[in-house]
């Protein structure tokens, strides 16, 4: 693969860089368990991420061990919660060697990404002492219960309810696209624990074991949703009286809002340096299709791969930016819904690129088998790129958001109570 530029990060980011080669270089599984297919993706739905995180076999596990003992996981949490406290720079850096060395950089997922910083923002020392360490060890897997058939851009008008009992919550409701229920044991939810006031203040953000102590289920029942590329990786989540303690109730009872703001922001951002790793590398693949076609010197194609060049290298630039930012402040700013309209309309553009470059033979499925329905990755990249503008808040609402909250143009009149959709 043809490599970017380097850029020079400075002395630190260099010792790390060092220390990290020699750690991979010592720990490194054999090359036939270090498939890159394994490797943490921002995609749902057919979320190469959840199948490699949950699905894979005794090599996947080992390797997560293994970087577990290694504490390379949860990488950007802070030192005191377990993480390795390290700043956007690095986690690039790591980023970086991982893909060079060509071994799946393993995360805990929603856990890792979205919840677990939520927690380390909003939560109380009990809390985090007792949540953080289970994200990070692998025992609580987390999938999102936020969007419900009447709640997905307009997350504030969400109905699942949440009823005080005792020192429980008990929570009846509908969630639908939930990605990776049936590899989760965990869901972060929202839930309306008081109807009664404007709709942004009587939400509450519950952590929720979808399974009872007894392993019976907590009153979830979930229906996979079959998708356009033949997996179904995510389901409409059905709850019924499922009960969780009041301490996993994060921020206090109504005020979740705030905590939906973290975790929003994080879903917007927090991948932004690992997006122009795998989309370098999907690129390079495509170079080298284009060239096994002997399609390298038409005019056209040449024009359309310079395009995509340029753009894998400016998200390069802007996840750099962006970490900046997170690190200065925090958390990221309003500024991370740039970089979720960059890349993911790169991606659906890029794909439709290379399904015309192909032709014909982009239309036909590899496998001709009655009953069976197997893509190859560029058909399987076009169709679930179509979701990449929706999940994670979509295309047409990053757009009020960066024009609202970044450029401070006039607010959306559809927004009557002013505050930004999801
Ligand atoms: C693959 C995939 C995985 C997902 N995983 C999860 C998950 O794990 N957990 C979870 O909770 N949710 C998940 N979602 C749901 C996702 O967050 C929602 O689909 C998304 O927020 C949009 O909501 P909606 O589908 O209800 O569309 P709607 O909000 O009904 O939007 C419909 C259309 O109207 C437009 N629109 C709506 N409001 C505005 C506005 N104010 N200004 C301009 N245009 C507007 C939208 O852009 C869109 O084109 C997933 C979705 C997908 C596709």
Redesign the pocket.
């Known amino acids: 693969m043809t490599t970017t530029m380097d850029i020079d990060l400075g002395p630190q980011a260099k010792a790390f860089r060092d220390e990290l080669r020699q750690w991979l270089e010592a720990n490194r599984p054999p090359p036939s368990e270090a498939s890159d297919e394994a490797e943490e993706a921002p995609q ?2 057919g979320r190469g991420a959840m199948a490699g995180m949950f699905g894979a076999g005794g090599g996947w596990r080992e390797w997560a061990d293994k970087l577990h003992d290694g504490g390379y996981l949860c990488v950007a949490w802070p030192k005191e919660f377990g993480g390795r406290g390290l700043g956007g720079i690095e986690v690039a850096v790591m980023n970086e060697e991982f893909a060079r060395a060509r071994v799946p950089r393993v995360t805990r997922g929603m856990g890792e990404w979205l919840v677990g910083p939520s927690i380390i923002v909003w939560g109380t020392d009990e809390q985090k002492a007792h949540f953080l360490p289970r994200i990070i060890d692998g025992t609580d897997r987390y ?5 419900e058939p009447d709640a ?3 997350l504030a008008s969400v109905k699942t309810r949440g009823i005080v009992d005792g020192d429980e919550i008990v929570i009846t409701g509908q ?1 639908v ?3 990776g229920a049936q590899m989760a044991n965990m869901m972060f939810c929202l839930c309306r624990t008081d109807p009664d006031v404007p709709k942004h203040q009587g939400i509450s953000y519950v952590l929720v074991p979808l399974k009872r102590d007894d392993g019976s289920s907590n009153g979830f029942d979930l229906r996979p949703i079959k998708q356009l590329t033949g997996g179904a990786g ?1 389901t409409e989540t059905f709850m019924t009286e499922a009960r969780a303690p009041m301490f996993n109730i994060i921020a206090g009872l109504n005020n979740g809002w705030r905590v939906t703001m973290t975790t929003l922001g994080n879903e917007r951002g927090g991948n932004a340096t690992t997006q122009h790793i795998q989309y370098t590398r999907q690129f390079w693949d495509a170079v080298e299709m284009v060239r096994s076609k002997g399609k390298q010197d038409d005019a056209l194609v040449r024009q359309q791969l310079a395009w995509a060049y340029t753009r894998t290298e400016i998200m390069r630039f802007q996840g750099l930016r962006l970490l900046s930012e997170v690190v200065a402040k925090k958390e990221p700013g309003p500024a991370s819904s740039i970089n979720k309209m960059f890349w993911s309309e790169y991606a659906q553009r890029f794909a439709e690129i290379i399904m015309n470059i192909r032709g014909a033979e982009a239309m036909v499925m590899p496998s001709q088998e009655p009953g069976q329905y197997r893509l190859d990755r560029w058909q399987s990249d076009f169709l679930s790129t179509r ?1 990449v503008t ?5 295309a ?2 990053q757009r ?1 958001i960066v024009g609202e909250r970044v450029l401070g143009m006039p607010k ?1 009149p ?2 009557e109570d002013e505050r930004p ?2």
């Not at 999938?143 to 969007?147: E, K, L, N, R, Y």
């Not at 929706?390 to 979509?394: P, V, Y």
Request: proline fraction near 0%.
């Open positions: 749902r739905g999938c999102q219960g936020f969007s997905g851009s307009d969630k696209w939930t990605s995510f979701s929706i999940w994670g808040g979509t047409q609402v009020n959306d559809s927004n959709a999801r």
